[in-house]
């Protein structure tokens, strides 16, 4: 069995970002982009797979700007065996302009990437912490016509078994679905721990090709993968006006009475 | 224009919090009628229906009963919500931003090529919306550039409109008669069993008999720093004394003290209670996110760097083991003067 997994990049989770002050978007404090997590984490599931036997290739897919290759190097490195790369420039999406592809055009060009390699798994993070939308698995199903299990902190599956057993999180605790392959999941945190990617694998790395594939290849257009949503302005929350330390409990208790009004 | 508002519940005849905030946004802030959509199959159907009818702003409830909707699952649902859409032709299709609906509402829209937006906290048009980005640290306002008639959908975050779901809910319009309910076409039905899906095992869970996370007026929260399962008892006991919710950062949930429902933060739930109390949190921005338009914020934390201090209206830089118990007293002393009153 095949196995895609869908890769964005995007500023390091740890960086600090602020809003431009022409209101168009975000910028990172300091210039580090990484692997969104939950892509990391559907990666490191879909490389555990291969592993064990139950996936015969993992291919790592990723639609955005030229520097989205860097990351796909990286799953290359984190035991991915080919790497697929469609340029968001070719689609007509402008890299100066900030036009990111959204999450309908996204899950276009990776349902079309899902037929072409006859993927048998779609694995793909659950949201992805720059727009935060937790979109892309959910419509990459529905335009297949594939059972999806979103939200997945277990997966169960045996080598040349027609079906996957996934536990997810919902609201209130756990479900338990059984999706009959082909199928979509979207990775949750606690899916499972990425393991480090060491030197040496980043400099094999380096070496292998990357493929790409433009939208004709995949039978699409660019009105499949333009925007449908335009940014209006980008604005910095609204900030908490600075609070007070309590010295005690008993002053606490007291202020929560008499000037809050919560107890 | 119309909104058509999917409605989730619990199969057992009770509508979900959060679906009573995202239609308190439709009737405030979305132009015309608001029609509700109860999926689901068996004999509490229809008094979910009834209570749904009931629910002010709303002025219709279609009801869609098939053994396939038994279960909240996306590929039957997504089929069935996408065929309504294209029948009725409302100008929005609304759910609440629940697991449930994360689940569900992208798929819809899939089906129906539109680009949803997800996670709405604030409705400027019918064309515009606010959205959260980056963990809550920047918000962006969308607009469709598409021309209508092209259906939108939208999911609504419920802490950000769950105040006016709470005001219409304690004052109901005098003399409001409950909204019709009216079965879907039988054609909407049609062969939705044979739909390619995910079957339903099975779930694990819980009730604490605490009040939803997601709703309830006090949260307190837990991090890593109560070191065990066996303290959050002392969280659940302050929780209890304030009617309120247990929650927890997700280092807290990583090593095992609570179940993974209780993660409050950017990829967990999001909380907006009157009242938070965080425990021992040091409040990374991923759980900032999640607490951080609550009304009050107190936190205990014995390092008086932790950045959670920085939201928090009152800050309390003391050990929680010394802090939470003498909290729990002087609560209860509050309870038992008031009821003794």
């Known amino acids: 069995m095949k196995v895609l997994v869908a890769i964005k990049r995007v500023i390091d989770y740890a960086v600090p970002v602020r809003v431009k002050p022409d209101k168009s978007g975000v910028e990172a404090l300091i210039p580090k982009m990484s692997m969104n997590p939950f892509c990391e984490i559907a990666l490191e599931e879909a490389v555990r797979l291969k592993e064990k036997g139950v996936a015969g290739e993992v291919v790592a897919v990723s639609l955005g700007p030229q520097h989205f290759q860097e990351t796909l190097r990286t799953a290359l490195a984190m035991g991915a065996d080919r790497a697929v790369h469609v340029s968001s420039e070719a689609c007509g999406l402008s890299a100066q302009g900030g036009e990111q592809p959204q999450p309908l055009g996204v899950a276009r060009v990776l349902a079309a990437l899902a037929k072409r390699e006859n993927a048998g798994l779609v694995l793909l993070g659950k949201q992805a912490i720059d727009d935060d939308c937790n979109q892309t698995g959910q419509m990459v199903a529905g335009l297949l016509g594939w059972p999806q299990a979103t939200f997945a902190s277990k997966l169960e599956a045996a080598k040349g078994d027609p079906r996957v057993r996934v536990t997810r999180e919902v609201d209130g605790g756990l479900e338990v679905l059984s999706l009959p392959l082909p199928a979509v999941v979207s990775a949750d945190l606690r899916l499972n721990t990425p393991r480090f990617v060491t030197l040496p694998a980043m400099m094999r790395a380096k070496k292998r090709p990357i493929e790409s594939a433009t939208l004709e290849q995949l039978g699409l257009s660019a009105a499949d993968v333009a925007p449908q949503l335009r940014t209006v302005v980008v604005e910095e929350p609204p900030r908490r006006k600075a609070g007070s330390r309590v010295a005690d409990v008993g002053e606490l208790v007291r202020r929560l009475r008499e000037e809050a009004r919560v107890l | ?341």
Not at chain 2, 8 to 35: D, R
């Open chain 2, 1 to 341: 224009a119309s909104t058509l508002l999917f409605v989730e519940h619990n199969g057992e005849g009770k509508v979900a919090p959060a679906t009573l905030a995202a239609a308190s946004a439709a009737s405030q802030f979305l132009p015309g009628p608001l029609e509700a959509l109860v999926c689901g199959f068996g004999e509490a159907l229809a008094s979910t229906a009834a209570s749904v009818a009931a629910v002010p702003g709303v002025t219709k409830v279609w009801l869609a009963s098939d053994p396939s909707l038994e279960r909240p699952v996306a590929e039957p649902l997504s089929k069935l919500l996408s065929r309504i859409a294209a029948k009725h032709q409302p100008s929005h299709l609304l759910a609440a931003s629940t697991a449930q609906g994360r689940n569900l509402l992208p798929r819809t829209a899939a089906l129906l090529g539109t680009q949803p937006v997800t996670d709405v906290v604030k409705i400027l048009d019918e064309n515009t919306f606010v959205r959260p980005i980056y963990a809550g640290n920047a918000f962006a306002t969308v607009q469709f550039s598409t021309p209508p008639p092209a259906v939108r959908v939208v999911s609504v975050r419920p802490t950000a409109f769950a105040a006016g779901a709470a005001a219409a809910a304690s004052s109901p319009p005098a003399g409001a008669s409950p909204a019709p309910v009216e079965p879907v076409a039988p054609e909407l039905l049609h062969e939705l069993g044979d739909v390619v899906s995910a079957r339903w095992e099975g779930q694990d869970v819980r009730s604490s008999g605490r009040p939803e996370l997601g709703s309830a007026k006090v949260v307190v929260c837990g991090g890593r720093a109560l070191k065990s399962a066996e303290n959050f008892a002392m969280l659940e006991e302050l929780a209890d004394q304030l009617g309120g919710a247990v929650g927890a950062s997700r280092a807290a949930v990583d090593a095992g003290f609570v179940p993974n429902d209780l993660q409050v933060g950017q990829t967990g739930k999001v909380v907006a209670p009157d009242l938070y109390i965080g425990v021992g949190i040091s409040g990374a921005i991923q759980h900032l996110a999640g607490m951080k338009d609550s009304r009050t914020i107190v936190a205990i934390n014995n390092d008086p760097e932790a950045p959670i201090l920085s939201v928090a209206d009152y800050g309390l830089v003391q050990d929680l083991f010394t802090a939470v118990p003498q909290l729990i007293k002087e609560v209860r002393e509050i309870k038992e003067q008031a009821g003794s009153a």
